[in-house]
C-alpha cells in the first residue's frame, strides 16, 4: 500500500516497522502464553526478531518473561522484573505526594514558608 502511496512511499519502512511493533505489542499485552511462530507469522518477522519483539514487549510492560520447554512460546507472569523497580516507583509516588503537600499547605496556610525542593 504505501509503496505506491506518493505521500507515504519515503515512509514505509518506519510504518511497516511500528504497525510490526503494534501486532506484537497488542498480542502479548493479551495473552499470558505468546506463541513465538504465531507472532512471526502476523507480523511478517523472523522466528529470531519475533522473538526478540516480544521479550522487549513484556519487559517493557515490567512483566517477567520466561521460555516454556518447547522453546517456542513465552510465558509472562505477573510478577515484576526486580525490586529497584518497585523501589524507583514508590520513590516518585512519595516525591509526588511531597509536591502536592507542599502545594496544599502554600495555598491554604497564607504565608507559610515552603521549601525549594
Excluded at 512511499?9 to 493479551?30: C, F, G, M, N, Q
Excluded at 511478517?44 to 519487559?59: H, N, P, R, W, Y
Excluded at 503537600?101 to 497564607?110: K, N, R, S, T
Amino acid at each position: 500500500m504505501c509503496e505506491n502511496d506518493y505521500f507515504l512511499h519515503p515512509y514505509a519502512d518506519k510504518i511497516l516497522a511500528e504497525a510490526r511493533a503494534t501486532v506484537v505489542r497488542v498480542y502479548s499485552s493479551i495473552y499470558s502464553v505468546i506463541s513465538v511462530d504465531y507472532i512471526a507469522k502476523i507480523s511478517g518477522l523472523k522466528t529470531e526478531q519475533a522473538t526478540t519483539a516480544a521479550m522487549e514487549s513484556i519487559i517493557a510492560r515490567g512483566m517477567k518473561p520466561t521460555f516454556v520447554a518447547d522453546k517456542k512460546s513465552i510465558m509472562v507472569t505477573l510478577e515484576e522484573l526486580n525490586v529497584n523497580k518497585r523501589i524507583a516507583d514508590k520513590g516518585k509516588e512519595l516525591e509526588e505526594r511531597t509536591h502536592k503537600l507542599e502545594d496544599f499547605i502554600a495555598q491554604g496556610m497564607p504565608g507559610a514558608v515552603v521549601p525549594q525542593s
